[in-house]
């Protein structure tokens, strides 16, 4: 009889309960914690609107393996807008304009705390690029998007446009995200916890580049770790 592949059946079941839900997704390089996390995002279907923040995996190789994921995700999945999509758009048509359905707001206590502790300079790398920089590709002027956590603002801008449905948001890795800003991990995960899990209706996967126990696990609502198990 030949084994039917695909996401567990409770795995499914525990994203379809009501409200916003966070898993862990642990384990060393190759055991498939981003096929995990992709393929989770496609099985829930369209219901599931879906955010992916890739920190450390390159374009191509993921829209190989999954074709459907550049055109779902477009150039939002860059964090970055070009000069010409913005000309000629007015505020209210703007791609990155923070309103949801019928004028939902997404709760940003926590994010707002978060950047005025790095503003500040109580958190954060000062070498990570700053604010308002540059870069030309393709002919066009490339900038960030006026956050000194831009991934992480764009993450609440998809969850808010959403509102009122629910969004499912992976964070490829927490790991990655954490060195790229100089924040400690679980700071990051508290902060999209209490904002987008607990009040914005979403679910957020992240994915965590270790196989030991961490404090992280107990910040979730759920764990699963990979493992690579040799042939005996």
Not at 1 to 6: D, P, R, S
Not at 30 to 47: C, M, R, V, Y
Not at 91 to 118: F, H, S
Not at 156 to 184: A, F, K, Q
Request: glycine share 12%; no cysteine; aromatic share 6%.
């Amino acid at each position: 009889m030949k084994q039917e592949l695909g996401i567990p059946e409770e795995v499914l079941q525990f994203f379809h309960l009501p409200g916003g839900h966070s898993l862990i997704v642990k384990g060393s390089a190759g055991t498939g914690k981003t096929t995990f996390a992709l393929q989770l995002a496609e099985e829930l279907g369209e219901g599931a609107r879906s955010y992916y923040m890739s920190i450390r995996v390159g374009d191509q190789s993921l829209y190989r393996q999954f074709p459907w994921l550049k055109e779902k995700t477009g150039e939002g999945r860059h964090f970055q807008r070009t000069v010409q999509a913005e000309a000629g758009a007015g505020a209210a048509d703007a791609p990155d304009a923070k309103e949801g359905k019928r004028g939902l707001k997404v709760d940003r206590t926590e994010l707002q705390k978060l950047e005025g502790r790095v503003e500040m300079g109580q958190e954060g790398d000062e070498t990570y690029q700053k604010v308002g920089e540059g870069e030309i590709q393709n002919d066009s002027l490339i900038f960030d998007l006026g956050s000194d956590l831009p991934e992480i603002d764009l993450a609440y801008d998809e969850v808010e446009r959403n509102l009122p449905h629910g969004t499912l948001v992976l964070v490829d890795s927490i790991d990655g995200l954490s060195e790229r800003y100089g924040i400690v991990a679980s700071k990051l995960v508290n902060t999209l916890q209490k904002d987008l899990v607990e009040k914005g209706n979403a679910s957020v996967v992240y994915v965590l580049e270790s196989t030991g126990d961490t404090k992280l696990d107990y910040l979730g609502d759920g764990v699963i770790k990979f493992e690579s198990l040799s042939a005996s």
